[in-house]
């Protein structure tokens, strides 16, 4: 028997973990014995299965990061969203912005073969509820590309004291993996919300501004945080486009409202309802247009009325304390 209590043992800890290459390793150790103790057939069997193994996971590497297993699957969540640039209401400069982040990155080699990188690493700053997530879902939908979403906060938590090279691991399986990298709540590695060990979160900040550096520019970086004031100055310059989300405007409440009703909206009369849109942000709109949609299939129509829809509204603005 070629395979030791040792090698086995590695490798099951290696299929937990994830990491494929000490798998592999343990694996060719394996051979190298057999081979030792006379076992070519074996020997060979094992490393062709290795090689192969590696080319088609180099083939789909796409699809092993997007599915982390072991210890990555806690730090990264992975999805393929369906939400389209058109969903999004935003005023017209940062939907001019979001356009040419997309277009540079699907002109990527033209820009890449004359020495030039296109736009890749975003921070995203503003309220709650404005769309900055929502974005990072855009930008992977339109560039048809995994959205990983890397959470921060529930890994300060969690493994306080060891998040530094978790992380490390992490970047080290991306680094390469062309995707868009969602870093939600940025904010929780600059202020108080690292608790008491800030010592941590500056190690997470360190490794997370070397993968900045190092990530291929066809991957798109996009960080976002509502609380801009407790971001260390120094940081904004490490971003190749800083994006401002605000409050919208009565106009693009009105749209926001329209987008989610659809046909359920035919009927409402929008100068009525200006009013009570006000202070709430595009996700409490959004709640309250789905909260007056639910009430009125549940009364058998098939059309909110305005004054129901004004009542969500004020409803909403009264939960959310606008
Ligand atoms: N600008 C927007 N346009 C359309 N819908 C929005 C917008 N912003 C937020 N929403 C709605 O609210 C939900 C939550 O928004 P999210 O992107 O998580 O906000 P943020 O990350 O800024 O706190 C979204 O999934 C979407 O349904
Ligand atoms: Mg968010």
């Given at each position: 028997?070629?395979a ?5 043992r ?19 150790q394996?051979?190298?014995?057999a081979?030792?103790?006379g ?6 069997d ?13 083939a ?5 990061i ?12 992975a ?8 969903d999004?209401v ?5 939907r001019?912005s979001?356009v ?9 080699h ?5 020495g030039?990188?296109?736009?890749h690493?975003?921070?995203l ?34 493994y ?13 399986a991306a ?6 990298y ?11 919300r690292?608790g008491?060990?800030v ?18 520019s ?5 960080a ?5 004031s ?31 009703l659809g046909?359920?909206?035919?009927g ?21 247009a ?9 009364e ?23």
């Amino acid at each position: 028997m070629a395979a030791s209590a040792d090698h086995i043992r590695a490798m099951v800890k290696s299929h937990g973990d994830g990491d494929d290459e000490a798998f592999y390793s343990v694996a060719l150790q394996v051979a190298a014995k057999a081979a030792r103790q006379g076992h070519h057939h074996f020997a060979t069997d094992v490393k062709e299965l290795v090689e192969a193994a590696r080319q088609s996971k180099k083939a789909s590497n796409v699809t092993y990061i997007a599915q982390p297993r072991g210890e990555l699957a806690d730090l990264v969540v992975a999805s393929h969203p369906d939400v389209r640039l058109s969903d999004l209401v935003a005023p017209k400069n940062l939907r001019d912005s979001l356009v040419d982040v997309i277009t540079e990155q699907r002109q990527r080699h033209s820009l890449m073969d004359h020495g030039f990188h296109p736009v890749h690493r975003l921070l995203l700053e503003g309220p709650p509820g404005t769309g900055k997530t929502m974005t990072a879902s855009v930008l992977a939908h339109e560039l048809d590309l995994p959205l990983l979403t890397i959470r921060l906060d529930s890994l300060l938590s969690k493994y306080l004291g060891e998040t530094g090279s978790k992380l490390r691991l992490l970047f080290e399986a991306a680094s390469d993996q062309r995707a868009v990298y969602l870093f939600d709540e940025f904010d929780a590695l600059g202020g108080d919300r690292a608790g008491s060990d800030v010592g941590e979160a500056r190690r997470i900040l360190n490794s997370f501004l070397l993968f900045l550096e190092n990530t291929e520019s066809e991957s798109v970086i996009v960080a976002a945080t509502n609380n801009r004031s407790i971001l260390d100055h120094a940081l904004f310059r490490r971003f190749d486009l800083v994006l401002t989300y605000q409050m919208p405007s009565t106009e693009d409440a009105v749209a926001v409202l329209k987008g989610r009703l659809g046909l359920m909206g035919k009927g409402v009369e929008w100068k009525a309802i200006q009013v009570p849109c006000d202070g709430l942000s595009h996700a409490e709109l959004v709640k309250a247009a789905e909260a007056a949609a639910k009430g009125a299939l549940l009364e058998d129509s098939k059309c909110v009325a305005t004054d129901d829809l004004v009542v969500a509204l004020k409803e909403r603005a009264r939960a959310a304390g606008a």
